[in-house]
């Protein structure tokens, strides 16, 4: 017997809901941040990669404004009206889809309710933005429902970001970067995509390049370490982050931390009096040269310089801009002992998830060493997974 795909379990789950046929599938992946940790909301660089594991979307258009929500993965259920959705409302899980609906229609687009039906493969909380996910397999599913035409290029591509980035800023008051959309809806399969949220396009969208990223062709492996440490962008951590960020500018009479270079970055620390601050452009800055150093290494396949960049990178989120825990320390020491060629926490930070680059060979020795070092401390055992470059939404 033939395996269903998740497209058919899932078109079949929203018929015994609803009662008809989904006018059909759409996925989103979910994304890791390959280096370039807090910056798109400093104007600064990133080099995210979709990840093979996706949220699943089943829909159909509605004859009017109610959005029919139902997510399997966490057995809810929501009805609401789209002309009722504001800022806290709906809450939960359902208002990054609600929230995107509503950001589209703000921009004008003629865009009504659904019924739809979600299940997700990107864990919650690991910081592989499952949220994004979910944003963004309903924004390519309303443009293809609404006859929108917004996933056929890049430029469109582009603008269903910003409507999925206004829906978890203002709908849900998450104050993310664009950084998780970007890469959900923008990346392409076997490429990492080299992000410039300081430089803009025709459309005022950042730019976005692609870069080939194959480390599996060289014999080497990139793992996904869940931590288990939960991660959360609502916590107020995250915030608080982001807001010595936007002091540090301020005081240093500058439109973004972008505008701090490392030629010109001890001058700045200089003239910080606060400690959390100083800490705050030390790491932005020297995290946005790292990235088009990881670029070149790259394109050279120099991974042994990409996994230094990468370590380096760990570092500095754990010392400068302390957004690390010690699950994820942890992980980078075990990789670092296995002879991996670099590892760092991804994310937002405060749990989530590590990446690893290592020599295929080295996979098993290293999960043993990890899930002995979590033994040892008490921990429920993490799970590691080897990933691909990805496909984007669609």
Not at 58 to 65: C, E, L
């Amino acid at each position: 017997m033939t395996e269903q795909s998740p497209a058919d379990d899932l078109a079949a789950e929203f018929e015994q809901q609803y009662g008809y046929a989904p006018a059909g599938v759409w996925s989103a992946p979910g994304r890791v941040n390959l280096i370039g940790e807090h910056t798109d909301y400093n104007r600064g660089l990133c080099l995210p990669i979709a990840l093979p594991q996706r949220a699943w979307l089943a829909a159909s258009r509605r004859d009017d404004d109610v959005a029919r929500l139902t997510s399997l993965d966490l057995a809810d259920a929501t009805q609401v009206s789209l002309a009722e959705v504001a800022p806290g409302r709906p809450t939960g899980w359902s208002a990054y889809q609600a929230g995107t609906l509503w950001a589209m229609r703000q921009a004008g687009l003629p865009v009504g309710g659904v019924d739809a039906v979600l299940r997700s493969e990107v864990p919650i909380g690991s910081g592989l933005s499952s949220s994004a996910a979910v944003e963004a397999c309903l924004a390519v599913a309303a443009s293809h429902l609404f006859d929108l035409g917004l996933t056929s290029d890049d430029t469109g591509r582009a603008r269903l970001v910003t409507f999925c980035q206004q829906a978890e800023n203002v709908i849900v008051g998450a104050p993310t970067g664009g950084l998780d959309q970007t890469a959900s809806l923008r990346s392409q399969a076997g490429h990492a995509l080299l992000i410039d949220f300081d430089e803009l396009d025709a459309a005022g969208l950042p730019a976005a390049r692609l870069v080939p990223f194959d480390p599996g062709a060289d014999g080497l492996v990139l793992l996904v370490v869940n931590t288990r440490a939960k991660h959360a962008n609502l916590d107020g951590q995250y915030a608080a982050r982001r807001a010595a960020c936007e002091a540090a500018a301020q005081a240093l009479g500058v439109a973004s931390l972008r505008e701090i270079t490392p030629e010109t970055l001890p001058d700045a620390l200089s003239r910080l009096d606060d400690a959390a601050q100083v800490r705050a452009v030390r790491h932005v800055v020297t995290e946005n040269a790292r990235v088009p150093q990881a670029v070149e290494a790259a394109a050279r396949r120099d991974w042994a310089r990409f996994g230094r960049l990468m370590t380096a990178a760990h570092a500095s989120q754990r010392d400068d801009y302390r957004i690390s825990c010690p699950e994820s320390d942890c992980v980078c020491e075990v990789a670092a002992a296995s002879g991996a060629l670099g590892a760092r926490q991804t994310g937002g930070g405060f749990g989530g998830c590590v990446i690893v680059l290592l020599d295929a060979a080295l996979v098993a020795g290293f999960s043993d060493a990890v899930m002995a070092a979590y033994e040892a401390a008490g921990w429920a055992h993490p799970d590691v997974t080897a990933v691909e470059a990805g496909a984007p939404a669609g």
